[in-house]
């Protein structure tokens, strides 16, 4: 009886000693189960794809062949060309245009006459071909990429294998001038410590040299498993990857796809759809008490005023990809027929998106950043492929498929992230907002100058920021 | 506490009071929209006064322009189309070679331009700019009867080709089984930066500036009052030449209305109308064209509204192609005849192109913007139009009082129910619900359209409703 009602004192305390560490075990189990379960990253599925024409042919496998390519001209088609140039039908521009109304056909006329009489297609040519140019076959259409090694290394320094992805209207030559900074930077003034790359630069499916889709749907997802699947094919088993435009969209797709193959992910420009009723709140108070909502000063400076700057500003520029979203094929026929259709087109947008006050000027400052051959160079890549069409409908097959860019935003990014800003682009993110999908950034540094193309117009500072970058990475 | 009751009362009759006069005096005034002088030539206006006279006009086409066109057909680029995707991404490649091959071996220009010479036209000189025009009198007049002016204006891609086969049911009605009430002579003239109308050298030449130069044309004309008649951009050039010039325009007939000023009652019309038509003014019919609104609403205007978006803010750029590819002209084009008949064409590989229209027809209408080179000019109206944004213009906010008729086709682009359009036209005489049709009425049902309008002017006429504005 002693001995029970010993136990029975014992009992309480005991209850207690028992059921609480017990109850907090089980209600931490529960916590932690439903904590990790919130931070456990979650994946993009990678599923498949074929992309070939026609049905495909189940036996034997795909070719897995690496092919050297160099891209090559004819007399025929320079001569094409400059028939179209010729018969070109000009429409004055109404007075006092500048660029308000798109392109200006004063200043085209100018910058056809260069192309018939100046431009030297063979030379540029030749100039594409300085690096290597391969093909491969993967999931039924090829994909063109060039690849470039350091030509020497110095002793104790690792390689890091880097692939850059463009975007639209541009291309893999828009890395032509950052390259060397990447493979060489020693030679180039550059000296980040240990970092030397190899880059790799495919041409998205549908643009430039590589095939393009030949079914319905071929969207960034696609793109990023087709990309891995390079890497993997070239032999990489682990990589940083780079991009703007559409580049920046695809190489965050493959950070979420496989993040422990990519090493680091660093974009130039941040896709990210800001919704909500928060965002909306944070925008109007940052615009008061920019610290509250964790702007900085210069994210204020380039953010506000919201109504001109996100609103108005961008429904002005976003007509185009309106009508590529959704009737692509009407849009670009006629772009693919006229090659001075297709230079205005494009290079509007290399006027626009590399310094909005270049809408006041009458040659909308293009030649005060780039040379105009680089500029055709970039144009002939999309009429001698004739890939103006296909590269439209990337923005109908990704529209489609996720009308406002935010599907994966949930998925969130947690692969280490840099992030260069330039001050001229379209939109500004802060990092505060990019925060909620890139959970990873390591840097994030507001560039000094420049737009849109970064690579294209400020290669060094764009290497610069890549390379303090990597740096971090590899020191994590 | 009686006091305080007082002032109570008073405070509630403040509020009230003040609701009330402000209610009365927001309600639309009925002003007219000013005039719009303009001066759209190149360069400086001259100080002598322009040349008014009333040139004949004809069409003319030479060898050189048919070897021209030719070379650029025979040597299109084509890009092959995704496998099944009809006319889901535009115009689809594979039939637009079958049109440009048609185009190149049958298609006779030569024969179109007399059709289009068949009727008379002229170019007269008003605001600086060349405006050209279709002057169609009557055949034969019954004893006692004068003709009755009709202005016709066309849209985009449209011109005043559209009113080809309309002309004869209205300018000799009996022949066409019409009966002989009313007869028109028929004024169609080209908007300034379409076809053979010049193109405005000078920014901002809008809807009310070509109203105004419209309403010019018809005074020098000699015409005091007349009847107005419009779609597309048809629609709000009529509509601003009826708030310029109320005491003029007898009657305003309209096949399509858009409305620009939405409110909250629109909101709820929109959300809740399905459930209670009845409240929101809804007629059955207008249930079944307008619901279900996302995929007949919001979606059709965002899938359908790429070309409005980048012509309203880059004209330049995109008609830049368009004026150097006829494939590429003949493609954006068509695209609209296409979807703007029937949404359901977009799901048909042909794009069901011939199923209303002859490709003769479609392509006469083309050449009209190839030869005269005027895609870019006629993109840029959009751009004048709403670059200050959609409902912020002062046309928009006013009212029209002048008698109103309106035939809503059915495979129009968006439905606007009587109840919205009452808003703005505050003298509706008739809407009718067609049973067939879609966006270019005059060119696809020429008889339903020229019925609805002798209806509609026999209405206005037999109880005089002009005078009693």
Not at chain 2, 13 to 37: A, N, R
Not at chain 2, 295 to 300: A, D, I, M, S
Not at chain 2, 388 to 413: D, M, R, W
Request: one cysteine or more; aromatic letters at 14%.
């Amino acid at each position: 009886e002693s001995i029970l009602s010993r136990i029975r004192s014992f009992e309480y305390s005991q209850k207690h000693a028992v059921l609480i560490p017990v109850a907090a075990l089980g209600a931490g189990g529960v916590l932690l189960c439903w904590f990790k379960s919130g931070r456990r990253m979650k994946i993009i599925d990678m599923g498949d794809g074929w992309w070939g024409s026609g049905e495909r042919t189940h036996k034997g496998k795909e070719d897995l062949s690496i092919r050297p390519f160099k891209i090559v001209t004819s007399d025929e088609e320079i001569e094409d060309l400059h028939q179209r140039l010729d018969r070109f039908r000009f429409t004055p521009h109404v007075e006092g245009a500048a660029f308000h109304y798109g392109f200006n056909s004063s200043y085209l006329q100018k910058v056809v006459a260069y192309w018939r009489n100046q431009f030297d297609w063979h030379k540029q040519v030749e100039v594409l071909n300085k690096y290597p140019h391969f093909h491969t076959t993967i999931e039924g259409i090829n994909i063109h990429f060039i690849h470039v090694k350091p030509s020497h290394v110095p002793h104790g320094r690792a390689v890091r294998p880097l692939l850059l992805v463009h975007g639209w209207p541009g291309s893999f030559y828009e890395f032509y001038k950052i390259i060397p900074l990447l493979t060489e930077p020693a030679k180039h003034g550059l000296n980040e410590g240990d970092v030397v790359f190899e880059v790799i630069c495919p041409s998205i499916p549908g643009y430039g040299f590589s095939e393009a889709p030949h079914k319905k749907g071929f969207d960034s997802i696609a793109t990023a498993r087709i990309f891995h699947k390079l890497m993997s094919r070239l032999g990489f088993r682990e990589y940083y990857v780079q991009g703007g435009d559409w580049g920046s969209r695809i190489t965050t797709n493959m950070a979420q796809m496989l993040p422990q193959c990519v090493k680091g992910l660093h974009v130039n420009l941040v896709f990210i759809a800001r919704q909500g009723l928060g965002s909306l709140i944070r925008t109007m108070l940052g615009a008061y008490i920019p610290w509250l909502v964790g702007f900085t000063r210069e994210d204020a400076r380039r953010y506000y005023p919201f109504m001109q700057k996100n609103v108005y500003d961008i429904l002005r520029e976003s007509g185009y990809l309106h009508i590529q979203a959704t009737k692509p094929d009407t849009a670009g026929c006629g772009l693919n027929d006229s090659p001075v259709g297709l230079a205005a087109y494009i290079l509007e947008k290399f006027s626009t998106w590399t310094d909005k006050s270049f809408l006041h000027k009458d040659d909308g400052g293009l030649e005060s950043k780039y040379s105009l051959d680089e500029l055709l160079t970039n144009v002939m890549i999309y009429w001698v492929t004739a890939s103006i069409v296909p590269s439209m409908r990337y923005y109908k097959e990704n529209f489609s498929n996720d009308p406002d860019l935010s599907a994966h935003n949930r998925v969130g990014v947690y692969v280490p992230t840099g992030i260069a800003a330039f001050p001229q682009e379209i939109a500004h993110v802060p990092r505060v907002w990019a925060k909620d999908v890139y959970r990873n950034i390591i840097t994030y540094t507001y560039m000094p100058r420049g737009g849109h193309f970064a690579a294209f117009e400020e290669p060094k500072l764009l290497a610069e920021d890549i390379m303090q970058f990597v740096q971090k990475v590899e020191q994590l | 506490c009686s006091s305080l009751a007082g002032i109570m009362l008073l405070e509630v009759f403040l509020v009230l009071g003040t609701l009330l006069v402000y209610f009365l005096f927001s309600k639309k005034k009925e002003e007219t929209l000013p005039f719009k002088d303009g001066w759209w030539g190149r360069g400086q206006k001259p100080v002598t006064k322009e040349d008014s006279s009333i040139r004949p006009f004809k069409v003319e086409t030479t060898e050189e322009e048919l070897s021209d066109l030719f070379r650029r057909l025979d040597q299109a680029r084509f890009t092959e189309p995704l496998e099944s995707s009809c006319f889901h991404y535009g115009t689809n490649s594979v039939h637009l070679r079958k049109v440009v091959s048609y185009w190149k071996n049958q298609f006779n220009w030569k024969k179109q331009v007399e059709v289009l010479n068949k009727y008379p036209q002229f170019k007269t000189k008003i605001q600086g700019i060349d405006i050209h025009f279709v002057h169609v009198k009557p055949p034969h007049l019954p004893e006692g009867q004068a003709a009755k002016p009709l202005l016709m204006v066309h849209g985009w891609p449209g011109s005043f080709y559209e009113f080809y086969k309309i002309i004869p049911l209205l300018t000799d009605p009996a022949s066409h089984g019409l009966g002989d009430e009313h007869i028109f002579e028929v004024i169609c003239p080209s908007i300034p930066g379409y076809g053979f109308s010049e193109a405005p050298h000078k920014k901002d030449f809008n809807s009310v500036s070509a109203a105004s130069v419209f309403y010019e044309l018809m005074l020098r004309l000699g015409f005091n009052e007349f009847y107005t008649q419009g779609g597309d951009w048809g629609w709000l050039i009529c509509t601003n030449l009826a708030q310029i010039a109320p005491n003029h325009v007898k009657g305003l007939h309209l096949n399509m209305v858009s409305v620009s000023k939405l409110g909250l009652t629109h909101l709820l019309s929109v959300l809740l109308g399905r459930y209670f038509p009845g409240l929101f003014g809804f007629q059955d019919e207008d249930v079944r064209r307008m619901f279900p609104f996302l995929k007949k609403g919001l979606y059709r205007i965002l899938s359908e509204s790429g070309y409005a978006h980048i012509q309203a803010t880059k004209p330049d750029t995109v008609g830049c192609g368009l004026n150097d590819s006829p494939v590429g002209l003949a493609a954006y084009i068509l695209e609209k005849f296409s979807s703007w008949t029937d949404m359901e064409f977009r799901n048909l590989e042909d794009g069901g192109l011939e199923k209303k229209f002859s490709l003769d027809d479609l392509l006469t209408n083309i050449m009209i913007y190839w030869v005269s080179g005027c895609i870019v000019s006629s993109m840029r109206f959009y751009k004048e139009n709403m670059q200050k944004g959609i409902g912020t213009q002062k046309h928009e906010k006013l009212t029209v009082q002048v008698p109103t008729g309106i035939a809503s086709f059915p495979n129009e682009i968006l439905h606007t129910p009587q109840a919205w359009a009452k808003k703005k036209y505050t003298n509706i005489v008739s809407f009718h619900f067609m049973p067939r049709g879609g966006h270019f009425a005059a060119f696809e049902e020429p008889e339903l359209l020229a019925k609805d309008i002798l209806q509609f002017v026999d209405k206005v006429e037999k109880e005089q409703l002009w005078k009693k504005k």
